[in-house]
Protein backbone atom coordinates (compact mmCIF):
# COMPACT_ATOMS: atom_id res chain seq x y z
CA UNK A 1 0.00 0.00 0.00
CA UNK A 2 2.73 2.53 -0.91
CA UNK A 3 -0.30 5.14 -2.12
CA UNK A 4 -2.00 5.20 0.80
CA UNK A 5 -0.31 5.65 4.33
CA UNK A 6 -0.36 4.43 7.54
CA UNK A 7 -3.32 6.91 8.93
CA UNK A 8 -5.54 6.38 5.12
CA UNK A 9 -5.09 2.93 5.73
CA UNK A 10 -6.54 3.44 9.07
CA UNK A 11 -9.74 5.06 7.57
CA UNK A 12 -10.43 1.09 5.62
CA UNK A 13 -10.11 -1.11 8.05
CA UNK A 14 -11.42 1.23 11.47
CA UNK A 15 -14.96 0.65 10.12
CA UNK A 16 -14.13 -2.64 9.09
CA UNK A 17 -14.18 -4.16 12.47
CA UNK A 18 -14.09 -1.82 15.83
CA UNK A 19 -15.60 1.48 14.56
CA UNK A 20 -18.54 -0.62 12.14
CA UNK A 21 -21.00 1.73 10.80
CA UNK A 22 -23.77 -0.89 11.67
CA UNK A 23 -22.74 -2.41 14.97
CA UNK A 24 -21.16 0.23 16.43
CA UNK A 25 -22.16 3.69 15.35
CA UNK A 26 -25.86 2.36 14.70
CA UNK A 27 -25.70 4.37 11.32
CA UNK A 28 -27.36 2.57 8.37
CA UNK A 29 -29.88 -0.08 10.03
CA UNK A 30 -32.95 0.58 7.77
CA UNK A 31 -31.48 -1.05 4.82
CA UNK A 32 -29.26 -3.29 6.01
CA UNK A 33 -32.13 -5.57 7.36
CA UNK A 34 -35.13 -5.02 5.06
CA UNK A 35 -33.20 -6.36 1.80
CA UNK A 36 -30.71 -9.48 3.23
CA UNK A 37 -33.19 -12.17 2.71
CA UNK A 38 -31.34 -13.00 -0.04
CA UNK A 39 -27.44 -12.87 -0.39
CA UNK A 40 -27.75 -11.23 -3.97
CA UNK A 41 -29.42 -8.31 -2.66
CA UNK A 42 -27.54 -7.21 -0.19
CA UNK A 43 -24.13 -7.27 -2.46
CA UNK A 44 -26.11 -5.08 -5.11
CA UNK A 45 -27.37 -3.06 -2.29
CA UNK A 46 -23.43 -2.92 -1.17
CA UNK A 47 -22.27 -1.86 -3.92
CA UNK A 48 -24.91 0.78 -4.42
CA UNK A 49 -23.95 2.29 -1.25
CA UNK A 50 -20.14 2.07 -1.74
CA UNK A 51 -20.72 4.22 -5.22
CA UNK A 52 -23.31 6.54 -3.50
CA UNK A 53 -20.77 7.05 -0.32
CA UNK A 54 -17.45 7.22 -1.78
CA UNK A 55 -18.45 10.04 -5.07
CA UNK A 56 -20.90 11.67 -2.15
CA UNK A 57 -18.27 12.04 0.21
CA UNK A 58 -15.97 13.31 -2.12
CA UNK A 59 -18.54 15.66 -3.61
CA UNK A 60 -19.39 16.99 -0.08
CA UNK A 61 -16.04 17.33 0.70
CA UNK A 62 -15.30 19.29 -2.52
CA UNK A 63 -18.00 21.59 -1.47
CA UNK A 64 -17.53 22.15 2.11
CA UNK A 65 -16.17 25.71 2.49
CA UNK A 66 -19.01 26.65 0.03
CA UNK A 67 -21.72 25.27 1.38
CA UNK A 68 -23.64 27.90 4.41
CA UNK A 69 -23.90 25.77 7.39
CA UNK A 70 -27.35 27.11 7.32
CA UNK A 71 -28.43 25.14 4.50
CA UNK A 72 -25.76 22.36 4.70
CA UNK A 73 -28.29 19.53 5.04
CA UNK A 74 -30.53 20.57 2.17
CA UNK A 75 -27.04 21.00 0.16
CA UNK A 76 -26.06 17.00 1.30
CA UNK A 77 -29.52 15.40 0.62
CA UNK A 78 -29.33 16.81 -2.89
CA UNK A 79 -25.97 15.40 -3.48
CA UNK A 80 -27.20 11.86 -2.02
CA UNK A 81 -30.50 12.15 -4.18
CA UNK A 82 -28.81 13.13 -7.40
CA UNK A 83 -26.26 10.29 -6.89
CA UNK A 84 -28.93 7.84 -6.02
CA UNK A 85 -30.94 9.03 -8.83
CA UNK A 86 -27.91 7.64 -10.92
CA UNK A 87 -27.91 4.05 -8.89
CA UNK A 88 -31.67 3.69 -9.39
CA UNK A 89 -31.71 4.30 -13.51
CA UNK A 90 -28.79 1.99 -13.65
CA UNK A 91 -30.25 -0.87 -11.78
CA UNK A 92 -33.65 -0.29 -13.36
CA UNK A 93 -31.51 -0.58 -16.85
CA UNK A 94 -29.62 -3.37 -16.41
CA UNK A 95 -31.01 -5.40 -13.66
CA UNK A 96 -34.72 -4.95 -14.02
CA UNK A 97 -35.65 -8.29 -11.39
CA UNK A 98 -33.37 -7.12 -8.79
CA UNK A 99 -34.89 -3.55 -8.57
CA UNK A 100 -38.24 -4.97 -8.39
CA UNK A 101 -37.09 -6.60 -4.81
CA UNK A 102 -35.31 -3.44 -3.79
CA UNK A 103 -38.06 -1.71 -4.14
CA UNK A 104 -37.92 1.48 -2.12
CA UNK A 105 -34.92 0.59 -0.91
CA UNK A 106 -32.91 2.23 -3.57
CA UNK A 107 -34.49 5.54 -2.44
CA UNK A 108 -34.09 4.90 1.11
CA UNK A 109 -30.15 5.19 0.41
CA UNK A 110 -30.59 9.07 0.56
CA UNK A 111 -32.12 8.92 3.74
CA UNK A 112 -29.29 6.36 5.04
CA UNK A 113 -28.04 7.95 7.90
CA UNK A 114 -24.97 6.28 7.64
CA UNK A 115 -24.41 8.67 4.59
CA UNK A 116 -25.44 11.76 5.90
CA UNK A 117 -23.54 10.47 9.04
CA UNK A 118 -20.09 10.39 7.50
CA UNK A 119 -20.89 13.65 5.84
CA UNK A 120 -21.07 15.75 9.26
CA UNK A 121 -18.75 13.75 10.76
CA UNK A 122 -15.70 13.48 8.22
CA UNK A 123 -16.33 14.87 4.85
CA UNK A 124 -17.17 18.52 5.99
CA UNK A 125 -13.88 18.75 7.62
CA UNK A 126 -11.29 16.95 5.79
CA UNK A 127 -9.74 17.25 2.35
CA UNK A 128 -11.24 15.47 -0.69
CA UNK A 129 -8.61 12.09 -0.73
CA UNK A 130 -8.95 11.25 2.69
CA UNK A 131 -12.56 11.75 3.09
CA UNK A 132 -13.22 9.37 -0.70
CA UNK A 133 -11.02 6.32 1.15
CA UNK A 134 -13.56 7.20 4.43
CA UNK A 135 -16.42 6.63 2.55
CA UNK A 136 -15.28 3.90 1.00
CA UNK A 137 -14.13 2.34 3.89
CA UNK A 138 -17.47 3.00 6.02
CA UNK A 139 -18.97 1.62 2.88
CA UNK A 140 -17.00 -1.38 3.37
CA UNK A 141 -17.71 -1.90 6.86
CA UNK A 142 -21.91 -1.49 5.81
CA UNK A 143 -21.23 -3.96 3.58
CA UNK A 144 -19.83 -6.81 5.75
CA UNK A 145 -22.70 -6.82 7.66
CA UNK A 146 -25.08 -7.08 4.89
CA UNK A 147 -23.13 -9.76 3.68
CA UNK A 148 -22.82 -11.49 6.40
CA UNK A 149 -26.87 -11.01 7.73
CA UNK A 150 -27.78 -11.75 4.06
CA UNK A 151 -25.22 -15.26 3.69
CA UNK A 152 -27.22 -16.58 7.14
CA UNK A 153 -30.25 -15.90 6.17
CA UNK A 154 -29.90 -17.22 2.69
CA UNK A 155 -28.31 -20.32 4.07
CA UNK A 156 -30.43 -21.48 6.87
CA UNK A 157 -33.71 -19.83 5.03
CA UNK A 158 -33.68 -21.26 1.54
CA UNK A 159 -30.23 -23.48 1.98
CA UNK A 160 -28.98 -21.63 -1.00
CA UNK A 161 -26.62 -19.14 -2.01
CA UNK A 162 -26.39 -16.62 -4.57
CA UNK A 163 -29.55 -18.58 -5.50
CA UNK A 164 -27.18 -22.18 -5.79
CA UNK A 165 -28.39 -24.98 -3.87
CA UNK A 166 -25.42 -25.47 -1.66
CA UNK A 167 -27.00 -27.45 1.05
CA UNK A 168 -28.73 -30.13 -1.36
CA UNK A 169 -31.63 -30.13 -2.74
CA UNK A 170 -35.14 -29.85 -0.36
CA UNK A 171 -37.66 -32.00 -2.92
CA UNK A 172 -35.97 -34.64 -3.77
CA UNK A 173 -33.90 -35.07 -0.39
CA UNK A 174 -30.10 -35.02 -1.31
CA UNK A 175 -27.21 -33.57 0.05
CA UNK A 176 -28.05 -32.79 4.05
CA UNK A 177 -31.86 -32.98 3.59
CA UNK A 178 -31.43 -36.97 3.20
CA UNK A 179 -30.39 -37.24 6.84
CA UNK A 180 -33.73 -34.85 7.93
CA UNK A 181 -32.80 -31.63 7.81
CA UNK A 182 -35.47 -28.82 7.11
CA UNK A 183 -34.95 -25.33 5.62
CA UNK A 184 -35.46 -22.82 8.68
CA UNK A 185 -38.16 -20.16 6.46
CA UNK A 186 -38.49 -18.21 9.67
CA UNK A 187 -35.03 -17.12 8.49
CA UNK A 188 -36.91 -15.24 5.52
CA UNK A 189 -38.94 -13.18 7.28
CA UNK A 190 -38.33 -10.10 8.39
CA UNK A 191 -37.80 -10.39 12.56
CA UNK A 192 -35.44 -12.89 11.88
CA UNK A 193 -32.82 -9.91 10.39
CA UNK A 194 -33.18 -8.08 13.53
CA UNK A 195 -32.17 -10.98 15.51
CA UNK A 196 -29.35 -11.82 13.65
CA UNK A 197 -27.24 -8.30 13.64
CA UNK A 198 -28.43 -9.01 17.26
CA UNK A 199 -26.08 -11.89 17.46
CA UNK A 200 -23.42 -9.96 15.38
CA UNK A 201 -23.43 -7.77 17.66
CA UNK A 202 -23.09 -10.34 20.57
CA UNK A 203 -20.16 -12.39 18.93
CA UNK A 204 -18.17 -8.74 18.01
CA UNK A 205 -18.59 -7.58 22.08
CA UNK A 206 -17.56 -10.66 23.40
CA UNK A 207 -14.36 -10.52 21.69
CA UNK A 208 -13.76 -6.97 22.11
CA UNK A 209 -14.48 -6.36 25.90
CA UNK A 210 -13.50 -2.58 25.18
CA UNK A 211 -17.24 -2.53 23.02
CA UNK A 212 -19.37 -3.57 26.11
CA UNK A 213 -21.52 -0.74 26.52
CA UNK A 214 -22.54 0.35 30.24
CA UNK A 215 -26.35 -0.26 31.38
CA UNK B 1 -64.75 2.21 5.14
CA UNK B 2 -61.23 2.61 2.79
CA UNK B 3 -60.18 5.00 5.49
CA UNK B 4 -60.11 3.28 8.27
CA UNK B 5 -59.06 -0.53 6.48
CA UNK B 6 -55.82 2.39 5.65
CA UNK B 7 -56.31 3.63 9.01
CA UNK B 8 -54.81 0.30 10.75
CA UNK B 9 -53.49 -1.44 8.20
CA UNK B 10 -50.82 1.66 8.23
CA UNK B 11 -50.13 1.28 12.37
CA UNK B 12 -50.84 -2.50 12.42
CA UNK B 13 -50.27 -4.23 10.06
CA UNK B 14 -47.53 -2.63 7.73
CA UNK B 15 -45.80 -0.82 10.68
CA UNK B 16 -43.20 1.32 9.72
CA UNK B 17 -40.63 -0.09 12.33
CA UNK B 18 -41.61 -3.69 12.74
CA UNK B 19 -42.48 -4.48 8.60
CA UNK B 20 -40.59 -2.41 7.02
CA UNK B 21 -37.34 -1.32 9.55
CA UNK B 22 -37.85 2.18 8.70
CA UNK B 23 -36.78 4.93 11.18
CA UNK B 24 -34.53 2.51 12.79
CA UNK B 25 -31.52 4.33 13.44
CA UNK B 26 -33.76 6.93 15.51
CA UNK B 27 -35.36 4.61 16.90
CA UNK B 28 -32.21 2.76 18.28
CA UNK B 29 -30.99 5.59 18.76
CA UNK B 30 -33.20 7.84 20.89
CA UNK B 31 -35.52 5.49 22.96
CA UNK B 32 -33.14 4.88 26.01
CA UNK B 33 -36.26 7.07 27.86
CA UNK B 34 -40.05 7.28 27.65
CA UNK B 35 -40.13 11.06 27.11
CA UNK B 36 -37.65 11.89 24.57
CA UNK B 37 -39.19 8.94 22.93
CA UNK B 38 -42.29 10.43 23.29
CA UNK B 39 -41.43 13.63 22.13
CA UNK B 40 -39.11 12.62 18.25
CA UNK B 41 -42.77 9.95 18.18
CA UNK B 42 -45.09 13.22 18.33
CA UNK B 43 -42.60 15.26 15.64
CA UNK B 44 -42.69 12.51 13.06
CA UNK B 45 -46.63 12.17 13.39
CA UNK B 46 -46.46 15.98 13.01
CA UNK B 47 -43.80 16.16 9.93
CA UNK B 48 -45.78 12.88 8.47
CA UNK B 49 -48.79 14.65 8.41
CA UNK B 50 -47.79 17.55 6.38
CA UNK B 51 -45.14 15.23 3.87
CA UNK B 52 -47.16 12.85 2.46
CA UNK B 53 -49.99 14.71 1.35
CA UNK B 54 -47.79 17.51 0.06
CA UNK B 55 -45.86 14.95 -1.79
CA UNK B 56 -48.69 13.14 -2.79
CA UNK B 57 -50.10 16.35 -4.67
CA UNK B 58 -46.91 16.85 -5.94
CA UNK B 59 -46.48 13.41 -7.70
CA UNK B 60 -50.39 13.61 -8.90
CA UNK B 61 -49.72 16.61 -10.68
CA UNK B 62 -46.35 17.00 -11.45
CA UNK B 63 -44.07 14.07 -11.73
CA UNK B 64 -46.46 10.96 -12.65
CA UNK B 65 -46.23 9.87 -16.28
CA UNK B 66 -48.64 12.71 -17.89
CA UNK B 67 -49.04 14.14 -14.93
CA UNK B 68 -48.38 17.79 -16.50
CA UNK B 69 -51.68 17.51 -18.71
CA UNK B 70 -53.39 20.32 -16.70
CA UNK B 71 -51.05 22.82 -18.48
CA UNK B 72 -52.25 21.33 -21.89
CA UNK B 73 -52.36 18.17 -23.94
CA UNK B 74 -48.82 19.21 -25.46
CA UNK B 75 -47.40 18.73 -22.21
CA UNK B 76 -49.33 14.99 -21.47
CA UNK B 77 -46.03 13.56 -22.78
CA UNK B 78 -43.76 14.57 -19.83
CA UNK B 79 -42.46 11.62 -17.65
CA UNK B 80 -40.47 13.37 -14.42
CA UNK B 81 -41.17 10.38 -12.01
CA UNK B 82 -37.26 9.44 -12.31
CA UNK B 83 -37.01 13.34 -10.11
CA UNK B 84 -39.43 12.07 -7.65
CA UNK B 85 -36.40 11.31 -5.08
CA UNK B 86 -35.08 14.27 -5.31
CA UNK B 87 -38.40 16.47 -5.57
CA UNK B 88 -39.38 14.47 -2.27
CA UNK B 89 -36.44 14.72 0.01
CA UNK B 90 -36.30 18.45 -1.46
CA UNK B 91 -40.07 19.03 0.21
CA UNK B 92 -39.44 17.02 3.23
CA UNK B 93 -35.77 18.71 4.04
CA UNK B 94 -38.00 22.16 3.52
CA UNK B 95 -40.82 21.39 5.46
CA UNK B 96 -38.79 20.58 8.15
CA UNK B 97 -36.69 23.75 8.05
CA UNK B 98 -40.27 25.43 8.17
CA UNK B 99 -42.02 23.57 10.43
CA UNK B 100 -38.82 24.26 12.56
CA UNK B 101 -39.09 28.18 12.22
CA UNK B 102 -43.24 28.29 13.15
CA UNK B 103 -43.08 25.77 15.77
CA UNK B 104 -40.85 28.30 17.34
CA UNK B 105 -42.15 31.71 16.62
CA UNK B 106 -46.04 30.28 18.28
CA UNK B 107 -45.35 27.55 20.37
CA UNK B 108 -41.98 28.47 22.23
CA UNK B 109 -43.01 25.18 25.04
CA UNK B 110 -43.63 22.87 21.69
CA UNK B 111 -40.48 24.23 20.05
CA UNK B 112 -38.82 23.35 23.52
CA UNK B 113 -39.98 19.35 23.91
CA UNK B 114 -39.42 18.93 19.81
CA UNK B 115 -36.44 21.15 19.53
CA UNK B 116 -32.79 19.01 19.19
CA UNK B 117 -35.66 16.14 17.22
CA UNK B 118 -37.04 18.39 14.46
CA UNK B 119 -33.21 18.55 12.33
CA UNK B 120 -32.95 14.69 13.03
CA UNK B 121 -36.69 14.05 11.18
CA UNK B 122 -35.17 15.57 7.86
CA UNK B 123 -32.98 12.10 7.10
CA UNK B 124 -35.27 9.96 9.03
CA UNK B 125 -35.83 7.52 6.92
CA UNK B 126 -39.53 6.67 7.74
CA UNK B 127 -40.85 9.97 6.74
CA UNK B 128 -38.95 9.74 3.59
CA UNK B 129 -40.28 6.22 3.21
CA UNK B 130 -43.82 7.14 3.92
CA UNK B 131 -43.34 9.12 0.45
CA UNK B 132 -42.37 6.44 -0.79
CA UNK B 133 -44.90 4.03 -0.01
CA UNK B 134 -47.69 6.56 -0.93
CA UNK B 135 -46.24 6.32 -4.73
CA UNK B 136 -45.72 2.82 -4.87
CA UNK B 137 -48.44 1.92 -3.30
CA UNK B 138 -50.70 4.32 -5.41
CA UNK B 139 -52.70 5.99 -3.22
CA UNK B 140 -55.72 7.24 -4.69
CA UNK B 141 -56.92 10.62 -3.14
CA UNK B 142 -55.38 13.56 -1.15
CA UNK B 143 -57.50 12.28 1.83
CA UNK B 144 -56.27 8.79 1.71
CA UNK B 145 -52.57 10.37 1.63
CA UNK B 146 -53.37 12.62 4.59
CA UNK B 147 -54.24 9.60 6.38
CA UNK B 148 -51.43 7.14 5.48
CA UNK B 149 -49.22 10.00 6.71
CA UNK B 150 -50.35 10.38 10.29
CA UNK B 151 -51.84 6.36 10.94
CA UNK B 152 -47.91 5.50 9.22
CA UNK B 153 -46.75 8.34 12.01
CA UNK B 154 -48.88 7.04 15.31
CA UNK B 155 -47.53 3.24 14.02
CA UNK B 156 -44.03 4.33 14.50
CA UNK B 157 -44.92 6.54 17.77
CA UNK B 158 -46.40 3.32 19.17
CA UNK B 159 -42.99 1.03 17.80
CA UNK B 160 -40.81 4.03 19.40
CA UNK B 161 -42.85 4.09 22.61
CA UNK B 162 -43.09 0.47 23.87
CA UNK B 163 -39.29 -0.26 23.32
CA UNK B 164 -37.93 3.15 24.83
CA UNK B 165 -40.70 1.60 27.49
CA UNK B 166 -39.30 -1.61 27.70
CA UNK B 167 -35.77 -0.21 27.70
CA UNK B 168 -36.16 1.82 31.12
CA UNK B 169 -37.31 -1.49 32.59
CA UNK B 170 -34.48 -3.52 30.92
CA UNK B 171 -32.10 -1.64 32.76
CA UNK B 172 -32.63 -3.46 36.08
CA UNK B 173 -32.10 -7.21 34.38
CA UNK B 174 -29.36 -8.88 34.55
CA UNK B 175 -28.45 -8.49 30.61
CA UNK B 176 -25.12 -10.63 29.18
CA UNK B 177 -22.67 -8.12 29.04
CA UNK B 178 -21.86 -8.16 25.23
CA UNK B 179 -25.34 -8.06 24.10
CA UNK B 180 -25.55 -4.40 26.54
CA UNK B 181 -27.93 -1.60 25.16
CA UNK B 182 -27.80 -1.75 21.34
CA UNK B 183 -27.59 -6.12 20.95
CA UNK B 184 -30.31 -6.62 23.05
CA UNK B 185 -32.45 -3.67 22.06
CA UNK B 186 -31.92 -5.33 18.56
CA UNK B 187 -33.16 -8.89 19.59
CA UNK B 188 -36.21 -7.15 21.61
CA UNK B 189 -37.29 -5.30 18.84
CA UNK B 190 -36.88 -8.80 16.44
CA UNK B 191 -39.18 -10.48 19.25
CA UNK B 192 -41.77 -7.81 18.85
CA UNK B 193 -41.87 -7.88 15.13
CA UNK B 194 -42.39 -11.23 15.13
CA UNK B 195 -45.60 -10.41 17.72
CA UNK B 196 -46.97 -7.85 15.29
CA UNK B 197 -46.63 -9.88 12.46
CA UNK B 198 -50.27 -12.05 13.60
CA UNK B 199 -51.44 -8.85 13.14
CA UNK B 200 -51.43 -9.50 9.56
CA UNK B 201 -54.48 -11.82 9.94
CA UNK B 202 -56.54 -8.59 11.12
CA UNK B 203 -57.71 -7.30 7.72
CA UNK B 204 -57.59 -10.38 5.73
CA UNK B 205 -59.64 -12.55 7.75
CA UNK B 206 -57.51 -15.92 6.86
CA UNK B 207 -57.76 -15.26 2.92
CA UNK B 208 -54.52 -14.57 1.50
CA UNK B 209 -54.98 -13.76 -1.96
CA UNK B 210 -57.26 -10.45 -0.89
CA UNK B 211 -54.03 -8.78 0.37
CA UNK B 212 -53.90 -6.02 -1.98
CA UNK B 213 -50.52 -4.03 -0.99
CA UNK B 214 -47.57 -5.97 0.51
CA UNK B 215 -44.74 -4.39 2.27
CA UNK B 216 -41.39 -5.01 0.14
CA UNK B 217 -40.27 -7.91 2.58
CA UNK B 218 -43.42 -9.77 1.45
CA UNK B 219 -42.84 -9.01 -1.52
CA UNK B 220 -39.44 -10.70 -1.26
CA UNK B 221 -40.42 -13.32 0.95
CA UNK B 222 -42.97 -14.30 -1.40
CA UNK B 223 -40.72 -14.40 -4.36
CA UNK B 224 -38.79 -16.79 -2.38
CA UNK B 225 -41.73 -18.78 -1.54
CA UNK B 226 -42.12 -18.66 -5.35
CA UNK B 227 -38.99 -19.64 -6.48
CA UNK B 228 -39.18 -22.72 -4.23
CA UNK B 229 -42.76 -23.68 -5.77
CA UNK B 230 -41.64 -23.17 -9.32
CA UNK B 231 -38.52 -25.83 -7.93
CA UNK B 232 -41.10 -28.29 -6.60
CA UNK B 233 -42.88 -28.07 -9.80
CA UNK B 234 -40.25 -28.20 -12.09
CA UNK B 235 -39.06 -31.68 -9.96
CA UNK B 236 -42.68 -33.13 -10.75
Given at each position: MGLLSKKDLKLITDPLADNNPITIQVLGICSALAITAELKASIVMSVAVLFVMGLGNLTISLMRNIIPSKIRIIAQLIVVATLVIIVDLVLKAFAYELSKTLSVFVGLIITNCIIMGRFEAFALANGPLRSFIDGIGNALGYALILIIVGFFRELLGSGSLLGFKVLGDSIEKTGVYAYGYENN???????MALITVGIIIWVQRSRNEALIEEN | MEHLELFFKAIFIDNMVFATFLGMCSYLAVSKKVSTAVGLGAAVIFVMAITVPLNWLLDTYILKDGALAWLGPEYAVYDLSFLSFIMFIATIATMVQLVEIIVEKFSPSLYNSLGIFLPLIAVNCAILGGSLFMQSREIQTVGLALNYGVSSGIGWFLAILAIAAIREKIRYSNVPAPLRGLGITFIITGLMAIGFMSFGGMLTGGEEETKETETAQVEVVKEAIDIANNEKETHE
Open positions: GFMLLAP | -
